[in-house]
Every structure is written in C-alpha cells, then in structure tokens.
C-alpha cells in the first residue's frame, strides 16, 4: 500500500523567502512522485514529476523537487517565494503511473 | 490540443437523490480516473477507466458507478445521495504509455442538502 504525508497543514513565508513544503512517502514498489498546486476553486496542475532517472527535477514556476530514496522524501522548494504562488500543494505518489495517492495537502500562504 | 473538462461546474442536490458528473478526456488519452476531494482534503481516488473498463477501484461503496465511452470520455453516478457526498468531483485523464502524468479538470463542486 502507498501513502503520502505533508508535515505542516499551513505553511507562511514573505515574499522574497524560501519556499519548503515537505512530502514523506511510502511505497512497496518504486514510486512515481509528484507535486500538484490547486488555486481556490480550481483544479489540480502539475508542477513536477518524478519517475525515473535525476532525483533533482525542475517543474513551472521556480519550483523544484528532490527523491531521496534513504529519506523516503521529495520536499518541494522555492528559493524565492511570490504572491502568487500563495495556494493548497499537494504531494501525490503512483506506482508506475496508476493509483495515485495524495497527500492531505499544505496551504502555502506567502506575506507581503 | 482541448484540456480535460467537467460539467456541471456547480451541483445542489437533495439526500437521496442521483447524480451524473461528465467528464471529457484530454485529446490523445484513452484513461480516466475520479476523484473525491472534500473540503479542506486531497484528492481521495474513486475509480479509474481505461479502454471503456473499469482498471482500479478505491475504497468507496457500489453506489458510486462508472462508464467510459468509445472517445473515451467518461461519467460517475451517484445513488442514493448523502450529506458526505458533498465535495468537489474532480477528473483527470492520462494516456497508458508509461510514466503517466494524470491532467485534471476544474472538477464538480456537488452540494448534498
């Protein structure tokens, strides 16, 4: 069975900051991970993924993620958070692209 | 190249009752998956489609119904609507080639009164 955890409900940080929303995992087989925003009243778009391949991906927007197979975790960053990247980020896991698993989510709010 | 979309967008329906969401698969997918999301949750999988048959299923009870259509767009019924049910619908379509990213509608937001 796969499973996904966010630490941290809500997360704040001034425009300017580093942005860290933390996702832990877990998963019997390889996993494919990924990080989705979802704006008020909107549906869920793709920031980044992760399948195969270099552990550090790049996704829309300045953001990134890391695989850390040792940790179980792929922590989504930001080196400089802006207005508009205030949203609901939910960490989701997949076993070879099917039956994926979110996370609860972490609303990000960014203060000016 | 048309995005996945969803109808209605908005939906207030009375305990009870039945309910039919649609959803139209991104151009070039052949797989659709449902997903519940009540409010202030993630996404909760209901089921998923490929090929007009039923490829998965999560923990929800037989009153949540499914069909996929030949140009693969898709429909979730709902018996016997309750007060839980209320939540944002959403679906997303995928294409089975391997290394899958599933691309999501704006989703129903089902009100059960």
């Known amino acids: 069975a796969q499973s996904v955890t966010q630490l941290g409900s809500h997360v704040s940080v001034s425009e300017g900051a580093l942005v860290l929303l933390r996702c832990n995992y877990s998963s019997s087989v390889p996993p494919y991970l990924f990080w989705y925003v979802q704006y008020p009243n909107q549906g869920l778009q793709l920031l980044l993924k992760?399948?195969?391949?270099?552990?550090l991906v790049k996704g829309i927007n300045g953001f990134e993620a890391e695989f850390k197979k040792s940790e179980t975790s792929f922590h989504l960053t930001k080196p400089s958070a802006h207005m508009s990247d205030a949203a609901e980020y939910f960490c989701?896991?997949?076993?070879?692209?099917?039956?994926?698993?979110f996370g609860p989510g972490t609303r990000l709010s960014v203060l000016p | 190249e048309t995005g996945v979309t969803q109808s209605p967008t908005h939906l207030i329906k009375t305990r009870g009752q039945q309910v039919t969401l649609r959803c139209s698969s991104q151009?070039?997918?052949?797989?659709v998956s449902w997903y519940q999301q009540a409010l202030g949750q993630g996404p909760q999988f209901i089921f998923q489609y490929y090929r007009e048959e039923e490829n998965g299923r999560g923990n929800f009870p037989p009153r949540f119904s499914g069909l996929q259509f030949p140009n693969y767009s898709s429909e979730l019924n709902v018996n016997a609507l309750e007060l839980d049910d209320s939540a944002l619908y959403l679906c997303a379509s995928s294409s089975q080639t391997g290394q899958e990213t599933q691309y999501f509608g704006p989703g129903t937001r089902l009100l059960v009164l």
């Open positions: 989701a896991v997949s076993n070879y692209g099917q039956n994926f698993v």
């Open positions: 992760y399948t195969t391949g270099a552990t």
């Open positions: 151009s070039g997918h052949n797989t």
